[in-house]
């Protein structure tokens, strides 16, 4: 139980930057065969666009060639900077390049120095369009593409789900979350997706995770400015400040002063100060009930209302996708 806490939050990158830092964007579910999931009509807007073409990022290899000079040529990989750096020319961005941009970018550079040159530039290895496949998977980890995967591309390439025999636990494998970096989460009716409804077959963006737990899982949700956002395994007696731990506590840009618990069936909204967590204020350190969500927004935000105004109204419409009850 432990170890599947920790895989949970495995740390994300933030892959949408429309929305304003201090607003989450959560999916709303619908009722669908009285489970909740995210409406197709949400689905469609939440995948990636369709593309042909690989975009370069941090930890792919390439290789440049250049005819007749051997010192300019090399293998490279593209830095956390989005950079690699040349002979004589120095560094170079590539990231989010396709292959011929590069290639084009690379020439550029060279030619300042040396004239007329014979540039080619091959990709030796794709590692930076990666989603994350956990849970009740044969094979949970990081998986590398090529191209644009799907859903169901990306569980497959996970070896798959387990099979057992007869009342076996696999056949509580019901749903199947996609957590999009800091503040996103939608849920897809995994049996209804194996059944065929390629409609459910979302195209992934890089560093999604993709999570399969048990029906009977109990989950909570720590989001915004801490170390490792995610879902979290509830557990008995579980609180504020002990989801807060498992994702590795606050980040130095976090507002702890106003901390928010959400507990979207009741729509209730709590300001929680991380100085009166650790005090601590009898009460403050509050038990967590399923599908709560804590939000910890950015520090310096000057418009704490409009995070409020973005999370309403929850009485009526439940903004994560919660465990199916069977």
């Known amino acids: 139980m432990r170890s599947l806490c920790l895989i949970l939050t495995l740390s994300l990158t933030p892959v949408w930057a429309a929305a304003p830092q201090d ?103 794709y590692t930076s369009n990666r989603v994350y496949v956990l849970g009740r998977v044969m094979n949970p980890g990081v998986i590398a593409f090529d191209s644009v995967p799907s859903l169901l591309e990306a569980i497959t390439r996970a070896g798959g789900l387990p099979v057992g025999g007869e009342g076996s636990s696999d056949a509580k494998l019901t749903r199947c979350a996609v957590i999009r970096g800091k503040d996103q989460v939608m849920w897809v009716d995994l049996r209804e997706l194996l059944k065929g409804n390629m409609g459910l077959n979302i195209r992934l963006l890089p560093d999604d995770l993709v999570y399969i737990p048990d029906s009977d899982d109990q989950l909570v949700y720590v989001l915004g400015e801490v170390r490792q956002p995610g879902a979290v395994r509830l557990t008995p007696d579980m609180t504020f400040l002990d989801a807060l731990a498992l994702v590795g506590g606050p980040t130095e840009d976090a507002a702890t002063g106003g ?13 929680i100060s991380l100085g009166d967590l650790t005090a601590p204020k009898p009460g403050e350190n509050v038990l967590l009930e399923e599908n709560d969500i804590i939000y910890v927004s950015k520090r310096g935000v000057a418009r704490v209302d409009y995070w409020v105004r973005k999370l309403n109204p929850f009485a009526t419409l439940m903004i994560l996708g919660t465990a199916v009850s069977q």
């Open 23 to 125: 607003a989450p964007v959560f999916v709303p579910p619908t009722q669908q065969g009285g489970s909740d999931f995210t409406p197709l009509e949400v689905l469609s807007r939440f995948e990636a666009p369709v593309t042909d073409v690989y975009r370069l990022g941090a930890g792919d290899e390439i290789t440049v060639d250049v005819w007749d000079h051997e010192e300019l040529s090399g293998r490279h990989t593209i830095g956390p900077d989005g950079r690699i750096t040349l002979s004589v020319a120095g560094d170079v961005r590539l990231a989010g390049l396709s292959r011929d941009a590069a290639l084009a970018g690379v020439k550029a550079a060279l030619s300042s120095f040396y004239p007329d040159l014979i540039v080619t530039l091959r990709v030796e290895r």
């Open 259 to 271: 901390m928010r618990l959400v507990r979207p069936g009741e729509g209730v909204r709590t300001e």
